[in-house]
């Protein structure tokens, strides 16, 4: 298979992830380096990287959108493809944000104004009713049609307020249970070890070492 008109994949591209998010593609490579220690990360693109266009995600689940975003990214490369879709659901507000996660705020990707309007939804919400999960449905498709999609959540309560640095997204008000720190205030080390995003990707390791390895 070769890739379509106007992408690019530099020679010893061996897996793409479909993603245009730099702190996406450096956390996964993260995760995925100890299971595949001999991939040279040079190997390992996102899709800005091959040009790649976007597919429309008009998927209702999570796991549905993961695989349209790597189905579309398999066959417009030619190798294998790796996607994640991923967002926040809340208890008070019936699995919201979900699916529209990002654009929760009406513009896609403004981290800013998706979390200022999320903690004025829940600004009368008590402590004891914060609870929410950060969820990641991970696909693998090769392009021989194989598939496999993994899903991973992190359990945890909700910050009144954005505290720390690290991370994106919502991480500054997920609180994980067993910890007092917001996920933004976790090493990358400690986020990734217990992550819904690392917990996808790393159930799905085996299927993309068989994948890598053939």
Request: one cysteine or more; charged letters at 20%; aromatic letters at 4%.
């Given at each position: 298979?070769?890739?379509v008109?106007?992408?690019?994949?530099?020679?010893?591209?061996?897996?793409?992830?479909?993603?245009?998010?730099?702190?996406?593609?450096?956390e996964?490579?993260?995760?995925?380096a100890?299971?595949?220690?001999?991939?040279?990360?040079?190997?390992v693109?996102?899709?800005?990287?091959?040009?790649?266009?976007?597919?429309?995600?008009?998927?209702?689940?999570?796991?549905?959108?993961?695989?349209i975003?790597?189905?579309?990214?398999?066959?417009?490369?030619?190798v294998?493809?790796?996607?994640?879709?991923?967002?926040?659901?809340?208890?008070?507000?019936?699995?919201?944000?979900?699916?529209?996660?990002?654009r929760?705020?009406?513009?896609?990707?403004?981290?800013?104004?998706?979390?200022?309007?999320?903690?004025?939804?829940?600004?009368?919400?008590?402590?004891?009713?914060?609870?929410?999960?950060?969820?990641?449905?991970a696909?693998?498709?090769?392009?021989?049609?194989?598939?496999?999609?993994?899903?991973?959540?992190?359990?945890?309560?909700?910050?009144?307020?954005p505290?720390g640095?690290?991370?994106?997204?919502?991480d500054?008000?997920?609180?994980p249970?067993?910890?007092?720190?917001?996920?933004?205030?976790?090493?990358p080390?400690?986020?990734?070890?217990?992550?819904?995003?690392?917990?996808?990707?790393?159930?799905?390791?085996?299927?993309?070492?068989?994948?890598?390895?053939?």
């Amino acid at each position: 298979m070769t890739p379509v008109d106007g992408v690019v994949v530099p020679a010893g591209t061996r897996l793409v992830l479909a993603t245009h998010n730099a702190h996406k593609v450096g956390e996964l490579r993260a995760i995925l380096a100890p299971a595949l220690p001999d991939l040279d990360p040079a190997a390992v693109l996102g899709a800005r990287d091959v040009h790649a266009p976007e597919p429309v995600e008009d998927g209702l689940t999570f796991q549905e959108n993961a695989l349209i975003k790597a189905r579309a990214l398999a066959a417009a490369t030619g190798v294998a493809a790796v996607a994640d879709d991923s967002g926040l659901s809340v208890d008070v507000l019936g699995g919201a944000p979900g699916i529209f996660s990002a654009r929760w705020a009406g513009r896609h990707g403004d981290d800013a104004a998706n979390l200022a309007l999320l903690l004025a939804q829940l600004a009368d919400i008590a402590p004891a009713h914060r609870g929410a999960r950060f969820v990641c449905a991970a696909a693998l498709v090769t392009p021989d049609g194989t598939e496999h999609v993994e899903v991973g959540t992190l359990e945890g309560t909700l910050a009144t307020a954005p505290r720390g640095t690290h991370g994106f997204g919502y991480d500054p008000v997920l609180v994980p249970h067993g910890d007092t720190r917001t996920c933004a205030e976790l090493t990358p080390q400690e986020k990734n070890a217990i992550s819904h995003r690392g917990q996808a990707f790393r159930a799905l390791v085996p299927h993309l070492v068989a994948a890598l390895r053939t």
